[in-house]
């Protein structure tokens, strides 16, 4: 089974008001959301709020829904939407240390350090870094989704169905020449 | 096409920034309503207060927006390890405000005064969300879920 139909199958079961499929259908599309919600340059708490917002308004409208394959589509797109109305919106927050931190690594959202004790890791972030936004957001997804659903990635990014392999090679193409030009990428150790 | 180095690089932009492991709980306990038909309120500020260097003494003032109603509070830390909710409603009314509290922990509800101020004390840490009764002409208001 294709994962369009599959996620779709989990949506109309969750539409029934089978929990358990709700439930499944959040460990399968929330790794990518996290990644759609940080690719639109929102830090670690905002994004975990926004991808829960985004389930909310999901099962709000939830029998609104046309076409049930569509599902990880509308969750991506319904992401990028809150999380651009959350960028918009003037943020009086006094931050607290980690925030500080945060912003004063650039560009883009930084990961939690204590992930990247790896130095190879932290050759792949620097170089992932240089990259268009576009390709940061692409890969991230791509590369957190077993089985990419081009298809319903394009739609929910707002690409031309096409577009998405040949992009997804162009951005993975340059990342890679930068990484094998690093010797810190090279080096086993 | 992707060949074993194309796989690598993908892997390890998967291990770069991965979801708080948190994250799916806090989505599950969120959507885990029994009426899902209500607005949602957007968490709009976050403000902290107090020295910051002893956690009894600081304070968390949150603001979540929907379109018919504002709902702020200050979350206030006890020192027995609980905290205090300070709430207020704008308009303010004397709506019905449910707290829900992680299973098996019974929801807690009570009833604004007519200015919108509404108190929940002696609420654990951890895992909490806010309805809101709608009032004359207004439905349900929920919130995301928040770590206390």
């Given at each position: 089974m294709s994962a369009d139909v599959h996620l779709g199958a989990l949506l109309q079961r969750a539409r029934d008001g089978d929990r358990e499929s709700l439930r499944e259908l959040v460990h399968e599309l929330n790794p990518v959301l996290w990644r759609v919600a940080r690719g639109q340059g929102l830090s670690a708490d905002d994004a975990a709020d926004v991808v829960q917002t985004t389930w909310l308004e999901l099962l709000r409208r939830i029998h609104e829904i046309r076409t049930p394959r569509a599902v990880t589509a509308w969750l991506i797109t319904a992401t990028r939407r809150e999380s651009w109305h959350r960028r918009r919106r003037d943020r009086r927050d006094v931050p607290d240390s980690d925030g500080v931190l945060d912003a004063a690594v650039d560009p883009g959202p930084a990961p939690d350090q204590r992930v990247l004790t790896d130095e190879r890791d932290r050759v792949l972030w620097r170089h992932f870094a240089k990259l268009s936004d576009r390709c940061r957001e692409l890969l991230s997804i791509v590369a957190e989704v077993?089985?990419?659903d081009y298809g319903a990635i394009a739609a929910g990014l707002g690409?031309?169905?096409?577009s998405i392999g040949p992009t997804r090679a162009r951005c993975l193409a340059k990342l890679r020449t930068m990484l094998l030009a690093d010797p810190g990428w090279g080096r086993h150790d | 096409m992707t060949d074993s180095v194309d796989a690598e690089i993908l892997e390890g932009i998967a291990r770069l920034d991965p979801a708080p492991p948190d994250l799916d709980e806090r989505v599950l306990f969120a959507i885990?309503?029994?009426?899902?038909?209500a607005e949602v309120a957007r968490l709009t500020e976050t403000a902290y207060a107090g020295s910051g260097a002893r956690a009894a003494e600081r304070t968390r003032t949150i603001t979540f927006e929907a379109d018919s109603r504002t709902v702020m509070i200050t979350v206030v830390e006890r020192s027995d390890n609980l905290v205090r909710i300070d709430g207020w409603l704008a308009p303010g009314a004397a709506l019905r405000v449910e707290l829900r509290l992680p299973e098996p922990t019974a929801s807690r509800t009570v009833v604004a005064d007519p200015a919108g101020r509404f108190v929940f004390d002696e609420v654990p840490h951890g895992l909490a969300q806010l309805l809101v009764d709608g009032g004359t002409g207004t439905g349900r208001v929920v919130t995301p879920s928040l770590v206390l």
């Amino acid at each position: 089974m294709s994962a369009d139909v599959h996620l779709g199958a989990l949506l109309q079961r969750a539409r029934d008001g089978d929990r358990e499929s709700l439930r499944e259908l959040v460990h399968e599309l929330n790794p990518v959301l996290w990644r759609v919600a940080r690719g639109q340059g929102l830090s670690a708490d905002d994004a975990a709020d926004v991808v829960q917002t985004t389930w909310l308004e999901l099962l709000r409208r939830i029998h609104e829904i046309r076409t049930p394959r569509a599902v990880t589509a509308w969750l991506i797109t319904a992401t990028r939407r809150e999380s651009w109305h959350r960028r918009r919106r003037d943020r009086r927050d006094v931050p607290d240390s980690d925030g500080v931190l945060d912003a004063a690594v650039d560009p883009g959202p930084a990961p939690d350090q204590r992930v990247l004790t790896d130095e190879r890791d932290r050759v792949l972030w620097r170089h992932f870094a240089k990259l268009s936004d576009r390709c940061r957001e692409l890969l991230s997804i791509v590369a957190e989704v077993r089985r990419p659903d081009y298809g319903a990635i394009a739609a929910g990014l707002g690409m031309p169905h096409g577009s998405i392999g040949p992009t997804r090679a162009r951005c993975l193409a340059k990342l890679r020449t930068m990484l094998l030009a690093d010797p810190g990428w090279g080096r086993h150790d | 096409m992707t060949d074993s180095v194309d796989a690598e690089i993908l892997e390890g932009i998967a291990r770069l920034d991965p979801a708080p492991p948190d994250l799916d709980e806090r989505v599950l306990f969120a959507i885990e309503l029994d009426q899902v038909d209500a607005e949602v309120a957007r968490l709009t500020e976050t403000a902290y207060a107090g020295s910051g260097a002893r956690a009894a003494e600081r304070t968390r003032t949150i603001t979540f927006e929907a379109d018919s109603r504002t709902v702020m509070i200050t979350v206030v830390e006890r020192s027995d390890n609980l905290v205090r909710i300070d709430g207020w409603l704008a308009p303010g009314a004397a709506l019905r405000v449910e707290l829900r509290l992680p299973e098996p922990t019974a929801s807690r509800t009570v009833v604004a005064d007519p200015a919108g101020r509404f108190v929940f004390d002696e609420v654990p840490h951890g895992l909490a969300q806010l309805l809101v009764d709608g009032g004359t002409g207004t439905g349900r208001v929920v919130t995301p879920s928040l770590v206390l």
